[in-house]
């Protein structure tokens, strides 16, 4: 295939300027979704796309969409695109990359004059983090028809549910079954991303090819006890909530290591909350992840009968929910050679791994064909102030995801 080159100064550009948009004093970025910042962001794409020359929209669960259209707009479309909400205090390169470098990559495609039959479409999904809501993926599921109407009453740390912020940022969300997709209408989705961990940057690799995509769990715990005075209740007629937390937590990494998968205790809240009161309640979340399915529901099932015989132990009870479970996919085999096709064509290495992270790429892995592309990240950092992926690398990950793209759409 003829060398199609991406504009690494306008790409590199357009990241520095996102990263402005909710930039934190530490130098983080903090644009949790549908936030004022995040509605600022959202504005920038919308803008940018427009400045692309795409045809652009806003689908029913609010992802931004420009499309370049194919000599036939009937045949389905390839997909490429990521998100640009953040953590709290996150990097400038999650998701963004795959936003801006599929922008950059259809911009090239049209400057260039090369010919496609498919339609290709750059989506900037909604809320893929669940930093705001605690539940992430909504652009996607509402894409693959797997949204539902409870989403729509979670609310924020302040009271703010989904559907005000929503309302806020002049969505309905009322016609949110009418953002789904068919099958037929999607030919693949390809997703370029920074690798958020060290394996690339241990090989000096600036590309990888993802060959599955590991499922993401989250499960929030509440052990309830009883609040007694620190200094007057005596060790062994205490109903300490907090005890029984901290075994637990360290049995959730003992769980995570027999099955090889991993899991982590990332938010913690304690209740009354003061230095002389035995905490009477303690409220924490638990993402666990595998590759494996069949594993991570063993990995379930075992934080479940710790919960049991320690809170039992302890003389505490326990309730569980979970948050969100998104299963891991493999990606499509086909989609894996044109990606490798394209580094060859861009002359680097073919390195394929495996990903760590959840992305809307497995999301959309439910309806379509999808591939994932890596970048390298420096010390391995995400959701991080210090996150960073250099010019060149982001460059090297738009070249081959922009090859991918003419690839899969001629």
Same mark, same amino acid.
């Given at each position: 295939?003829?060398?199609?080159?991406?504009?690494?100064?306008?790409?590199?550009?357009?990241?520095?300027?996102?990263?402005?948009?909710?930039?934190?004093?530490?130098?983080?970025?903090?644009?949790?979704?549908?936030?004022? !910042?995040?509605?600022?962001?959202?504005?920038?794409?919308?803008?940018?796309?427009?400045?692309?020359?795409?045809?652009?929209?806003?689908?029913?669960?609010?992802?931004?969409?420009?499309?370049?259209?194919?000599?036939?707009? !009937?045949?389905?479309?390839?997909?490429?695109?990521?998100?640009?909400?953040?953590?709290?205090?996150?990097?400038?390169?999650?998701?963004?990359?795959?936003?801006?470098?599929?922008?950059?990559?259809?911009?090239?495609?049209?400057?260039?004059?090369?010919?496609?039959?498919?339609?290709?479409?750059?989506?900037?999904?909604?809320?893929?983090?669940?930093?705001?809501?605690?539940?992430?993926?909504?652009?996607?599921?509402?894409?693959?028809?797997?949204?539902?109407?409870?989403?729509?009453?979670?609310?924020?740390?302040?009271?703010?549910?989904?559907?005000?912020?929503?309302?806020?940022?002049?969505?309905?969300?009322?016609?949110?079954?009418?953002?789904?997709?068919?099958? !037929?209408?999607?030919?693949?989705?390809?997703?370029?991303?920074?690798?958020?961990?060290?394996?690339?940057?241990?090989?000096?690799?600036?590309?990888?090819?993802?060959?599955?995509?590991?499922?993401?769990?989250?499960?929030?715990?509440?052990?309830?006890?009883?609040?007694?005075?620190?200094?007057?209740?005596?060790?062994?007629?205490?109903?300490?909530?907090?005890?029984?937390?901290?075994?637990?937590?360290?049995?959730?990494?003992?769980?995570?290591?027999?099955?090889?998968?991993?899991?982590?205790?990332?938010?913690?809240?304690?209740?009354?909350?003061?230095?002389?009161?035995?905490?009477?309640?303690?409220?924490?979340?638990?993402?666990?992840?595998?590759?494996?399915?069949?594993?991570?529901?063993?990995?379930?099932?075992?934080?479940?009968?710790?919960?049991?015989?320690?809170?039992?132990?302890?003389?505490?009870?326990?309730?569980?929910?979970?948050?969100?479970?998104?299963?891991?996919?493999?990606?499509?085999?086909?989609?894996?050679?044109?990606?490798?096709?394209?580094?060859?064509?861009?002359?680097?290495?073919?390195?394929?791994?495996?990903?760590?992270?959840?992305?809307?790429?497995?999301?959309?892995?439910?309806?379509?064909?999808?591939?994932?592309?890596?970048?390298?990240?420096?010390?391995?950092?995400?959701?991080?102030?210090?996150?960073?992926?250099?010019?060149?690398?982001?460059?090297?990950?738009?070249?081959?995801?922009?090859?991918?793209?003419?690839?899969?759409?001629?």
């Amino acid at each position: 295939m003829e060398q199609v080159n991406i504009n690494q100064d306008r790409l590199w550009n357009t990241i520095m300027e996102l990263g402005t948009i909710g930039k934190t004093e530490n130098n983080g970025v903090t644009r949790l979704s549908l936030s004022e !910042e995040d509605l600022q962001a959202r504005k920038y794409i919308i803008d940018l796309m427009k400045e692309a020359g795409l045809e652009v929209r806003v689908d029913e669960v609010g992802n931004i969409i420009g499309k370049l259209v194919g000599m036939d707009d !009937e045949l389905p479309v390839v997909l490429t695109g990521s998100h640009i909400d953040t953590v709290v205090d996150g990097g400038m390169f999650d998701g963004a990359l795959g936003v801006l470098g599929g922008i950059e990559a259809l911009r090239t495609i049209k400057e260039s004059g090369v010919t496609l039959n498919h339609s290709i479409e750059i989506v900037s999904f909604t809320d893929e983090e669940g930093a705001r809501f605690g539940s992430g993926f909504i652009g996607s599921k509402g894409m693959t028809g797997e949204l539902e109407e409870k989403y729509f009453s979670l609310t924020d740390k302040n009271g703010v549910s989904y559907e005000k912020a929503f309302e806020n940022a002049n969505l309905d969300f009322t016609n949110f079954s009418l953002a789904k997709r068919t099958k !037929e209408s999607i030919k693949a989705y390809v997703e370029l991303h920074i690798e958020q961990g060290r394996v690339l940057e241990m090989e000096d690799l600036p590309v990888g090819i993802v060959t599955e995509v590991q499922g993401p769990a989250w499960m929030d715990v509440h052990i309830k006890g009883q609040a007694d005075h620190a200094g007057a209740t005596p060790i062994d007629l205490r109903k300490d909530a907090s005890l029984a937390a901290a075994e637990i937590m360290l049995l959730v990494e003992e769980i995570a290591v027999k099955w090889q998968g991993v899991a982590t205790v990332g938010q913690m809240e304690f209740k009354p909350g003061n230095a002389n009161i035995i905490p009477e309640s303690v409220h924490f979340s638990v993402d666990f992840r595998h590759t494996n399915k069949q594993k991570r529901d063993y990995m379930e099932h075992d934080i479940l009968n710790a919960l049991q015989e320690i809170t039992k132990k302890r003389n505490v009870d326990f309730s569980t929910s979970i948050q969100m479970k998104v299963d891991p996919m493999k990606c499509s085999s086909n989609i894996v050679r044109e990606i490798e096709q394209s580094c060859r064509e861009t002359k680097l290495p073919v390195f394929k791994m495996k990903c760590g992270a959840g992305h809307d790429a497995q999301i959309l892995g439910k309806i379509t064909d999808f591939g994932m592309i890596f970048i390298r990240s420096k010390d391995g950092l995400s959701h991080n102030p210090q996150e960073w992926s250099s010019k060149e690398d982001c460059a090297k990950g738009t070249q081959v995801l922009c090859h991918t793209l003419v690839r899969l759409a001629k």
